[in-house]
């Protein structure tokens, strides 16, 4: 088996660079890989981004939102957080086997008298409480296990990110399953990360029987990555384009304006119908408005393109554009 680390904390690089490691290395090897992201909100492949996320404290924040390839729920990752992937051929196309690869993670607390916990579908817990997530991706006989390891995240900043406006929304997305969650570091005794990385290395390697093999990236496995990145998942198309049809209902109160009632539908990202009702003064949705934002993407840039020039007083009065493209996309 290979061990791999990565060289960076982006987000968007480092799902790149397992879809890299997944695809293009070398398929007669098996892969560990652990790496960490900066504040990013990861959601699953069949999930809806605008359902899964605060998109107010996102954008405020900074956090960068991406899909990956596997599905599942939504998580939260900073640098308290250590990622995992496991890169295997798979025992059988299709079967998803999680005892299989959190067996090495459960051996490996062991060592700092940690009594850690597979349940579910996909968690690892202590005492009750969720410490890792964990999915899988599975293509052409071969399977990518990824999971998170909560060690020191900022507890408070996951749930306010993952928690949405209780907005109305229908769709065929799969939702997220909150969990009760904890940190490691206090559990483990004075361990550091840097501890916990070693001794998870080490029951890989005593799993496969034989010292992991290190693999230092290549500037060209850099430069591929960096090409995966860019081209899907730092892409809006690929993070919120990806999103199944959706109606949304969405009430907000608006100082200056007033309360705004706004019923949304989207497909593939973009917007297909819209209209408000509220206690605002102005025209409201007329035709002038939605001409210009019916089948704009649901993102802040091009909506602030699409109605430049516009004045949105005269529709919401007192209302700038900004605000408006917040009303539609948060």
Known sequence: MVYLESPSTDAYFNLALEQYVFDRLPRDKAYFMLWQNDNAVIVG??????????????????????????GGGAVYHDLGNLNFTIIVDAAEEGKLDLAYFTAPLVAALKHF???????????????????????????????????TILYDSDISVVSAAL?????????????????????????LGGATLADLKAAFAA????????????????????????????ERYASWDWNYGQSPAYQREKRRRIPEVGTIEAHLS????????????GDYFGEG???????????????????LNAIRGLDVGRFYHNMTGEAFVRLLVE
Request: hydrophobic share 30%; glycine share 8%; proline share 3%.
């Open 113 to 147: 008298n940690v009594d850690a916990q597979a349940t579910g579908r996909n968690d690892i817990t202590i005492d009750g409480a969720k410490f890792s997530g964990n999915a899988q991706y599975v293509k052409n006989g071969r399977v990518m296990h990824h999971g």
């Open 266 to 277: 989207s497909e593939d990202g973009r917007i297909t119908a819209f209209k408000t009702y």
């Open 45 to 70: 492949k069949y999930q809806n981004t605008a359902r899964e996320i605060n998109a107010a404290f996102v954008r405020e924040r900074g956090i960068k939102v991406v899909r990956r390839l596997s």
């Open 285 to 303: 949705d007329t035709p002038d408005l939605l001409e210009r934002i019916l089948g704009a993407p649901l993102e802040e840039g091009a909506l």
């Open 203 to 230: 029951e890989m390697a005593r799993g496969g029987g034989t010292a992991l093999e290190n693999h230092p990236f290549t500037d060209e496995d850099i430069a591929a990555a960096q090409q995966i990145s860019r």
């Open 163 to 187: 928690s949405p406006q209780e907005d109305k929304f229908q769709d065929k997305s799969v939702r997220s399953v909150r969990s009760r969650v904890t940190n490691l570091r206090p559990y």
